[in-house]
């Protein structure tokens, strides 16, 4: 039987002596190793507060390394929100699973994780740029959502960048229309730009026009 490491993270000492949020994590691994007869050898847990460096991830793929065994986590943001950190995991010579997206190769994995830093980071940029600007023309912030609205367009835009190599491999495969294409980034369970939802033909639409 294959083995796996599970590697759980949750964000606050509170939540790691509570167990908020672990139990859902958990019940996703243990899941997906019993459907696919993984035998879960080890479960290793990092309470984490802050974005520094993540000891017990690495501790887990050391000994994942030692006993030839899968990293499993329940979702990309408990690897980290940290592209380059990403990046390093993935050119290691750890097989990693992510459950609730088994099917991402290595290249979904870092497209996704380069998406999400670059789309929280462009939003905020831009919303703090666009208020600033507002406040400058003496706008009342806060009761004037055409500020908001300029700056949101502009991280769509960027997200819409982000996803372009990505649509291009999907497109390559022959799968070119929008619905095609909708179906094809849920089944890889793409986020949309909001991050919940599915994707549409609509949404693809909008999308694709924004690369033009």
């Known amino acids: 039987m294959k083995q796996a490491v599970a590697y759980y993270r949750v964000s606050t000492q509170r939540q790691g002596k509570s167990g908020l949020g672990l139990r859902a994590q958990q019940a996703l691994v243990e899941s997906y190793c019993?459907?696919?007869?993984?035998?879960?050898?080890?479960?290793?847990?990092?309470?984490?507060?802050?974005?520094?460096?993540?000891?017990?991830?690495?501790?887990?793929?050391?000994f994942c390394k030692k006993q030839n065994a899968t990293l499993m986590v329940a979702r990309l943001d408990r690897l980290g929100r940290d592209v380059e950190q990403i990046a390093?995991?993935?050119?290691?010579?750890?097989d990693i699973i992510v459950t609730d997206n088994p099917h991402a190769t290595r290249f979904t994995i870092h497209i996704l994780a380069a998406v999400a830093e670059e789309q929280r980071q462009r939003i905020s940029e831009t919303t703090k740029e666009a208020l600033e600007a507002a406040k400058r023309r003496g706008v009342i912030l806060g009761k004037n959502g055409k500020v908001l609205s300029v700056a949101n367009?502009?991280?769509?835009?960027?997200?819409?960048?982000?996803?372009?190599?990505?649509?291009?491999?999907?497109?390559?495969?022959?799968?070119?229309?929008?619905?095609?294409?909708?179906?094809e980034l849920n089944r890889q369970k793409i986020p949309t730009f909001r991050g919940v939802g599915r994707w549409h033909p609509s949404t693809v639409s909008i999308l694709m026009n924004r690369l033009k």
């Open 34 to 62: 019993r459907i696919h007869e993984y035998e879960l050898v080890q479960e290793i847990i990092e309470v984490k507060s802050t974005r520094k460096y993540q000891i017990r991830l690495w501790e887990a793929l050391e």
């Open 88 to 94: 390093r995991l993935v050119k290691s010579e750890v």
């Open 153 to 183: 367009k502009q991280a769509a835009e960027t997200f819409a960048q982000k996803l372009s190599p990505l649509l291009n491999r999907i497109k390559n495969k022959g799968i070119t229309s929008v619905r095609a294409i909708s179906q």
